[in-house]
Structures are given as structure tokens and as C-alpha cells.
């Protein structure tokens, strides 16, 4: 299993930034790390990824704003979210994916985007 620590969500006004924050531990080799979101009464969608080679990946909704970075040696994967947006509003989750595809999912922390 996989044991997350996350941090960093909260309120924000739009056009504002968040980083959020995760570091992963468990009896897993993570190949990749990376951030979902769930918004009330959508399917949870992929945010962006990095892989150990240093490889990104964003969802279109959010390239040019948010900035994905890691440390994989270390398990730990940072968000930067910039220029804020009030359909950003989500909970965001922390996700690995490891050997033979195995994938998980922190607990989430909510991110609110409101004037």
C-alpha cells in the first residue's frame, strides 16, 4: 500500500496561485507521480504527470498555467497553479503509478477558487 501526505489546498480569489504538495511512502517503486481532480458532479480527470526521466504531461485546461515538478528519488510531487480560475475548484489528488501499472490515490484536498 501507499501512505500520502498532502498540502497546500485552500481558498483563493481568481487570478491567484496555490502549490500544493505531496510526498508518497509504501512498499511501492513509483514510476510516475502526478495530480487528478474531482469537481462536484464531474468524473475525475488527470491534471498533469511527471515521470522519473523528468517527462510532463498536462491536461489542456491547465497548460501555460500550472507547473508539475518532483523528485521521485524522494516520492514527492509539487503543483504550482497559477492564474487561478473558478473552474479550477476541485479536489485535487495525489497519484503514483508503479510496477506493473499499479495505481493510487491520496485522500484529496480541496481547492477553491471564488471571489
Known amino acids: 500500500q501507499v501512505q500520502f501526505v498532502e498540502s497546500g489546498g485552500g481558498l483563493v480569489q481568481p487570478g491567484g496561485s496555490l502549490r500544493l504538495s505531496c510526498t508518497a511512502s509504501?512498499?511501492?517503486?513509483?514510476?510516475?507521480l502526478g495530480w487528478y481532480r474531482q469537481a462536484p458532479g464531474k468524473q475525475r480527470e488527470l491534471v498533469a504527470t511527471i515521470t522519473g526521466g523528468g517527462s510532463r504531461m498536462y491536461a489542456d485546461s491547465v497548460k501555460g498555467r500550472f507547473t508539475i515538478s518532483g523528485d521521485n528519488a524522494k516520492n514527492t510531487v509539487l503543483l504550482q497553479m497559477n492564474t487561478l480560475r473558478p473552474e479550477d475548484t476541485a479536489v485535487y489528488y495525489c497519484?503514483?503509478?508503479?510496477?506493473?501499472?499499479?495505481?493510487?490515490w491520496g485522500q484529496g484536498t480541496q481547492v477553491t477558487v471564488s471571489s
Open positions: 509504501g512498499s511501492i517503486i513509483i514510476y510516475i
Open positions: 497519484y503514483v503509478r508503479g510496477a506493473f501499472g499499479r495505481e493510487f
